[in-house]
């Protein structure tokens, strides 16, 4: 059972930062890990993901301004937000999903992806 923990999250003003990060417990093996971000009546949105090897991916909107990345152990999570905007308003949640074999499928951005989620950690961005 993976269990995974958000915290970080906060107020700020456009243009400002903020760092999250997400805890990840029981299970030590291949995970593909991702942040992904819903507001009151959105489907959640895939923001950023991570492989097992480290390979990165990111939704557009976000490029250049947010960045993932985890421990060596890959015990913690993070996505640094820089240059936020009003619109990256949302609640943040943290996902994984176990990985198997010497070439597991590639890590994608889509909620269905995932198994395992946190409880989500807010992100309020005001103009």
């Known amino acids: 059972q993976v269990r995974l923990m958000e915290s970080g999250g906060g107020s700020v003003q456009a243009g400002g930062s903020l760092s999250l990060s997400c805890a990840v417990s029981g299970y030590s093996g291949k995970l593909c890990m991702a942040w992904f971000r819903q507001t009151p009546g959105e489907g959640r949105e895939g923001v950023a993901g991570?492989?097992?090897?480290?390979?990165?991916s990111y939704t557009d909107s976000v490029k250049g301004r947010f960045i993932i990345s985890k421990d060596n152990a890959a015990t913690t999570l993070y996505l640094q937000l820089d240059n936020l905007k009003p619109e990256d308003s949302a609640m943040y949640y943290c996902?994984?999903?176990?990985?198997?074999?010497?070439?597991?499928?590639?890590?994608?951005?889509?909620?269905?992806?995932?198994?395992?989620w946190g409880q989500g950690t807010q992100v309020t961005v005001s103009p």
């Open positions: 996902a994984a999903e176990r990985r198997y074999g010497p070439t597991p499928p590639a890590c994608g951005l889509a909620p269905d992806e995932y198994t395992y």
């Open positions: 991570i492989d097992a090897e480290g390979k990165k």
